[in-house]
C-alpha cells in the first residue's frame, strides 16, 4: 500500500474548483437528444478514438477470431490472432466482392471461433490470417489482378494490459497507450491476465449511450436510486449533509479520461451485512474470501490512500468503464446504435474459483451486482423521452457530478473542433 494521497481536495472544498475551465453552470443536452449531433459524435468521436473491443483470453490460440458488429462504426470488425501471435483488426469484408468474410446463421450476429485461414463461403477465396490473399478459387478466370493488392483491409489494433483496442482514424498516429495516458501508467501491473472467471451482461436500451455513463459517474445518486439495495445509505441521506458512504474520495480528470475512487470496504462482515451475504460471505463489492483479495495495488489505485477505500471507476473515453472491486474488475463499453439508443456491455472478471464455496460467493456477487445495474438502467427511458420532449435544454451537476460535467464537456468539445477542422478543410 502507498502512504502519500496522489490525489486531494481543493481547500475551498469543491473539486470542482481544481478543473477552471469545466465551468461550474447548466450543461446542454442538445448531445444527449439530437440526431444532427449524433452524427457528428459519429464522425469526430467514434470515428477518432482508440476503442476497447475485448480482452486477449477471447483470442485463445493463433488463429482464433472474433466479431464485432458495432453500429456507430457502420461496419463489422473481424479481430485475429495471427500465426506470428500478433493481433489484427479487420473490416470484415471480402475484398473480392464484398461479401460479409466471417459469420454463421446470421449476419448481424457476433461470432468467435477458429481457423488456420480466412474462407469466404461466397465463391472460396482464401486468406492468411495477417488478411493477404493465399488463393482465390479458378484463377483462370481472372483478368487484369494483381493479389498483392487484394487484402482484407485492416484496421489500426493494438493491446494495452490485455485489452484490445482498435482505431478507425486511418490517419492516427498516437499509441494506445499514449492516449490512455497517466491513468493507464497508474494501473499498469494489476494482475489483469487470465484465467478468469468471467460474468456478462448485455442489453439495448431505448436512451443515449452517455446518460447511462453519467450513472455510473457519481455515487450520489446512491441512498436514493439504490434505495432498496443499499438501505444503510439511504438512513444517512436522510440527514441531507455529508454522506461519508456515498461521497467520493476523489475525483480526478486526465485530458477526456476521468476517474473517481469511493468508499467500502465490502468484502467483510459489517453492522449492515444481510444474512445471505453472512451464510456465502459475499456481498455486491465481491466475496470475502482472502484468496479472492487483491494484492499490491498499483500506485494509480486508491489514490487518497483511504482505509476506507473500496473501488476506483475509471472512464476512459469515450465509452470504457474500468471498475476495480475488491476481488476482480469490471468492464463497461457503452456502444450507441443511435441517437436515443445504445448497447450497454458488462463483463465481470474474477479469479476462477477453486471451491464451491467461492463459485456461490461469486454467483451472489454477480447477482447483487445485475440487479444494480438495473436499478441503474431503470430511470434512463422514461428519462431520455422526457429530454426528448424538448421541455428543457439544460440541465445541472453539482460537485458530486463533476464526472457527468466532464464527459458532456469533453464530447461537446471534441465535436466543436471536429466540425471547426473540417470546416477549415473545406470538407
Ligand atoms: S465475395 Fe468473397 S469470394 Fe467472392
Ligand atoms: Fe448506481
Known sequence: MHDEPIVQKPASGFWTDAYPDLGRGPISLEDSVSPEFYQKEKEHVFKKSWLYIGRVEQLPQKGSHFTRELAILDTSILVVRGKDDQIRAFHNICPHRGNKLVWRDDPFQEVEGGSSFLYCRFHGWRFDLDGSLIKPSRADLLLDFDGSKCSVPQIQCEVWQGFIFINMNPDNTETVRDFLGEFAEGIEGYPFAGPHQVYKFKAELQCNWKIFMDGFAESYHGPYLHAGSFGALTEVAKMDAPNPYTDALAFDLKGPHRMFSFYGEPSQKTPFSRPIECLTESSPAGPWNKSAKRGPLPKGLNPTRS??????????????????????????????????????????????????????????TVSFLNDIVLEDASPLEGMQAMLNSGAIKEFYANDEEILVRHLHKVIQDKVTEGEKSKAEQGA
Open 307 to 364: 482505509d476506507k477505500y473500496g473501488f476506483d471507476s475509471f472512464q476512459f473515453f469515450p465509452n470504457f468503464v474500468l471498475i476495480f472491486s475488491s476481488s476482480g474488475f469490471t468492464t463497461h463499453a457503452h456502444w450507441p446504435t443511435g441517437p436515443h439508443s445504445h448497447i450497454v456491455e458488462v463483463d465481470m472478471y474474477f479469479k476462477p474459483p477453486t471451491s464451491h464455496r467461492e463459485r456461490i460467493s461469486q454467483e451472489l
